[in-house]
């Protein structure tokens, strides 16, 4: 099946710094990558979508420049919290969807960032 | 855009009752329509899909029904057992060659009572 690598699983970090969150597809290739944020208690929100070798498609509301998303290779997407504020944090998820599309969406184990 | 509704968003059943959770979806053009059960502190994980090309599909305990002209879909749960308890969230998408995203319903808390 397809498998999706998140890491790291729960970072703290200081206001003011930057926290880098990556995604990778293990055993597939994937063209396009998304990114969740999900606060508690309620449904993933996109944030943004991934394609490879090419500018990520940012939902309406998010700041493409305080959330950098750059998918350099067909297994590997980052998303960049810049200059973090305690109102970031939250639960990331990324989701990868492999080229064919036979396997549909697959989604990584999720990152706790707290900002402190 | 796809709008999906989700409800209940909370469900408490006993051990070994059924449970069912229903989505309904806005754009005719969807053709995929997963499951995912979610951890506490976890990512979503895949329990079962289903494609626009069929109207029933079961795996073991889960099944799922797709509804095409009515554009509602649900997911049942037989036999429930406590270690189903989790939220689940149903999901639409429009599948070709690109990279269409998911669109969530709001999510379903499953609290099954031993």
């Known amino acids: 099946g397809a498998v999706v690598s998140q890491h790291p699983s729960r970072v703290i970090c200081k206001s003011g710094t930057s926290v880098k969150i990556e995604c990778r597809s293990l055993d597939f290739q994937a063209t396009t990558m998304f990114w969740y944020r999900q606060f508690p208690k309620q449904s993933l929100m996109l944030m943004a979508t991934s394609n490879e070798g090419s500018k990520a498609t940012y939902e309406q509301g998010v700041e493409k420049d305080k959330f950098l998303i750059n998918h350099a290779s067909l297994t590997l997407s980052t998303l960049t919290v810049t200059s973090a504020h305690p109102e970031d944090s939250s639960f990331y998820i990324c989701?990868?969807?492999?080229?064919?599309?036979?396997?549909?969406?697959?989604f990584g184990s999720g990152t706790r960032l707290t900002v402190v | 855009g796809e709008n999906v509704e989700q409800h209940p968003s909370t469900l408490s059943v006993q051990e070994g009752d059924s449970a069912v959770i229903k989505c309904t979806y806005s754009?005719?053009?969807?053709?995929?329509f997963p499951w995912y059960k979610q951890e506490l502190g976890k990512g979503p994980q895949l329990i079962i899909d289903i494609r626009s090309n069929v109207g029933e599909k079961k795996d073991q305990r889960i099944a799922v029904t797709l509804n095409k002209t009515a554009k509602h879909f649900s997911l049942h749960i037989t036999e429930t057992q406590p270690e189903d308890s989790a939220v689940y969230f149903c999901a639409a998408s429009f599948i070709n060659n690109a990279g269409n995203m998911l669109t969530f319903g709001g999510g379903t808390r499953l609290m099954v009572k031993p």
């Open positions: 989701s990868a969807r492999e080229t064919t599309g036979v396997y549909g969406y697959t």
């Open positions: 754009d005719s053009a969807s053709n995929y």
